[in-house]
């Protein structure tokens, strides 16, 4: 009797076990596929609230601005897809063309042909639209100091006026000037620089930003001087308005302000001319919250000034508008990683006519397209 009764409770109790397992099981398999699903529509849930709080300030208007190349006409748009699509490289690095390495910086011209800093290949490549490989047009020679190469290029523009680009080769402490009609034609512009980002006013005038040591500077080079002018920074290291910590890429209007990405001190300034300190028109504060940066790097910026940040370490962009009020993640923020939604340590963007965006991201060794959607 009592055998049985034991045998009998052991049996209820194994039943009750059973039944437990398979509630637990059933519980986290829910959990699991509800989970699933969330993460997948968290891009789209995050898009659409994107819309909501920016539809009022940017009605779709055309007003003309100027790139660092040429006078050009883009719409200004509300949101953009958040799936990109990669437009070169991917699937880890490599030398080969249409791979890349540790891409860093990236400018377009008026065909829409994007010219891309590929820094740990030594060279600049360029992807026309609807091609499906690229063409090296500078350095690719091995890093070394030879005129015919490059060493950890960081920034290149395009100088449509000359058909050529500037390149700033960072670890030869130069700035080089490389035919796009001779591939053979090198010419050193500026030298014993510590070279770190560029840009060019219509008129031929030059900008490079500086850091080594205890120089954080942004000097100018009108057309033909091989000695600048301090136009920004010079007052030692350090985020007071006057001061500049890691100035990297930058941006100059019609009017000769300076606009810079200084890193480390997580905000873009700008310098009007002959300013003896900087205005603040992105960050300054370090985080994770729309209004704030985890290292500011590459931006452009739509016709009506609102400024697009890459947020390297959040692996985003941002948008802060004109006015400095309001913010908006455009794409990314979903954690460093490979998938189309996703960056990893971005370094640039910038638009092509259409609105549409391309982001260098670094670390997936690709550069990605996200459509504008409006
Ligand atoms: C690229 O392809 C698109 C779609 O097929 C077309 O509209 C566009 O004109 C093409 N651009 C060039 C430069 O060929
Ligand atoms: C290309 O540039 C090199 C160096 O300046 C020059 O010797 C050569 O003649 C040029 N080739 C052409 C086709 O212009
Ligand atoms: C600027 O630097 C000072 C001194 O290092 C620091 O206390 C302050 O928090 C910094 N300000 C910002 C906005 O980062
Ligand atoms: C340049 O200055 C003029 C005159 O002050 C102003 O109307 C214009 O908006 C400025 N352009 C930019 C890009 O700031
Ligand atoms: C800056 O200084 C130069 C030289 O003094 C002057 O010609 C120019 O008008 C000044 N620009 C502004 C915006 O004050």
């Known amino acids: 009797m009592d055998m049985d009764r034991n045998q009998k409770e052991a049996l209820n109790e194994y039943d009750r076990l059973q039944k437990r397992i398979c509630l637990v099981f059933t519980t986290v398999a829910i959990a699991l596929i509800i989970s699933i699903i969330a993460i997948l529509l968290i891009p789209v849930l995050k898009n659409a609230m994107n819309v909501t709080t920016w539809t009022v300030t940017t009605a779709t208007t055309e007003i003309s601005f100027m790139t660092t190349t040429t006078q050009t006409k883009v719409r200004v748009h509300s949101s953009w897809n958040q799936y990109g699509y990669t437009v070169t490289g991917g699937d880890g690095d490599g030398s080969d063309l249409n791979k890349l390495h540790s891409p860093n910086a990236i400018d377009i011209d008026d065909d829409g042909i ?9 060279r600049i490549i360029r992807r026309r639209p609807n091609s499906t490989s690229d063409e090296l047009v500078a350095g690719g020679n091995g890093e070394g100091k030879r005129i015919d190469q490059l060493n950890a290029p960081l920034d290149v523009i395009v100088d449509q006026k000359t058909n050529s680009l500037i390149v700033c080769d960072s670890k030869n402490y130069r700035v080089v000037r490389w035919s796009l009609q001779n591939q053979t034609e090198q010419q050193i512009i500026i030298d014993k620089i510590g ?3 560029l840009a060019i006013h219509q008129d031929g005038t030059i900008y490079v930003s500086e850091y080594y040591y205890n120089l954080a500077v942004v000097k100018r080079f009108r057309k033909g001087e091989l000695t600048g002018k301090i136009v920004a920074g010079g007052n030692g290291l350090g985020n007071r308005s006057n001061q500049l910590e890691t100035p990297t890429y930058l941006f100059v209007d019609q009017n000769y302000s300076i606009y810079i990405s200084d890193a480390k001190n997580n905000r873009i300034v700008k310098w009007m001319e002959n300013a003896t300190e900087g205005i603040v028109v992105g960050g300054p504060n370090f985080g994770d919250n ?3 940066l985890r290292y500011s790097r590459g931006f452009t910026m739509d016709n009506f000034g609102n400024i697009y940040i890459v947020d390297s370490w959040n692996h985003r962009i941002v948008r ?10 455009v794409v990314g923020g979903y954690g460093p990683g490979p998938n189309l ?9 910038i638009f092509d006519r259409q609105g549409n965006l391309y982001v260098v991201d670094r670390d997936n060794h690709r550069v990605q397209k996200f459509d504008a959607e409006d």
Do not use: A
């Not at 994007?114 to 030594?122: A, E, F, G, P, S």
């Not at 939604?341 to 963007?349: A, F, G, I, M, R």
């Open 114 to 122: 994007i010219y891309v800093c590929d820094c740990m290949n030594h």
């Open 320 to 329: 802060w508008s004109k006015d400095f009020q309001e913010t908006m993640i």
């Open 195 to 197: 070279c770190r980002g």
């Open 341 to 349: 939604y996703q960056l990893n340590k971005p370094e640039d963007v």
């Open 290 to 292: 729309s209004r704030q």
